[in-house]
């Protein structure tokens, strides 16, 4: 995973996801994977904000409360559930909630287990969520490193490549402690969107940036 591959899981997949659920009424608080598409995959998605936020810390592309809202977002991850938990929320909520005929005759039982299922589920989805501890190791770890990185930058006397240069440095401490396999590439396309474009533009880096470039243009 790069990091424009991580930039349209958080904005397009993701965040498509959640902007686009067609909810039910009886949906409650889920959403079945099936709006994300059938590669939903929960440590793809953290992972893709680790990237994200890696990269928002270095280039402050986003102000701090833009950084929380984005931070807001990923807390609703694990309100996705499997189309076929989907389907079971969509029951038990029926059964609970819906003042109808049906509801009426049902027995004490089937309202108690009704119950039972949604809070599991319910339980499921609201803190401590399953992927804080791991983010927040990351974010502590990776603000830190941002400092000493500063620190040791401005430190040097240095030259316009000697900023790539430290970039690509910063770049592998993040994969690192992302726990993301890093490929050769990835340091070049580790770079604000004014900087690709440019590369884009400029005809640099053709076969990395070729499938990336129409994104690469209408992105920030």
């Not at 990091?3 to 904005?11: K, R, Y």
């Not at 953290?46 to 990237?51: E, M, Q, S, T």
């Not at 929380?68 to 029951?91: A, G, N, T, W």
């Not at 430290?166 to 396999?181: F, N, S």
């Amino acid at each position: 995973m790069n990091f424009l591959d991580a930039h349209i899981i958080v904005h397009v997949r993701y965040g498509g996801a959640l902007a686009n659920h067609k909810a039910t009424k009886y949906d409650m608080i889920f959403r079945p994977y099936s709006d994300y598409g059938n590669d939903f995959d929960k440590k793809t998605i953290v992972n893709a904000f680790k990237l994200f936020f890696a990269h928002t810390i270095l280039f402050n592309t986003r102000t701090q409360e833009e950084f929380e809202q984005y931070q807001s977002v990923l807390c609703h991850l694990d309100s996705f559930i499997p189309d076929s938990d989907m389907e079971r929320v969509r029951k038990s909520s029926k059964i609970l909630y819906d003042k109808g005929f049906i509801a009426k005759i049902l027995n004490a039982s089937a309202k108690e287990y009704a119950k039972k299922e949604i809070d599991e589920f319910v339980a499921s989805a609201t803190p401590p969520y399953s992927w804080t501890a791991e983010m927040d190791r990351f974010l502590t770890g990776i603000i830190d490193y941002k400092a000493v990185w500063l620190r040791e930058y401005q430190a040097q006397e240095r030259s316009s490549n000697d900023f790539w240069n430290y970039v690509q440095t910063y770049c592998d401490y993040a994969y690192q402690l992302a726990g993301i396999p890093e490929t050769e590439t990835d340091g070049i396309l580790f770079a604000p969107f004014d900087q690709l474009r440019s590369d884009v533009i400029n005809n640099r880096y053709p076969n990395i940036l070729k499938p990336y470039a129409d994104y690469i243009m209408e992105s920030s």
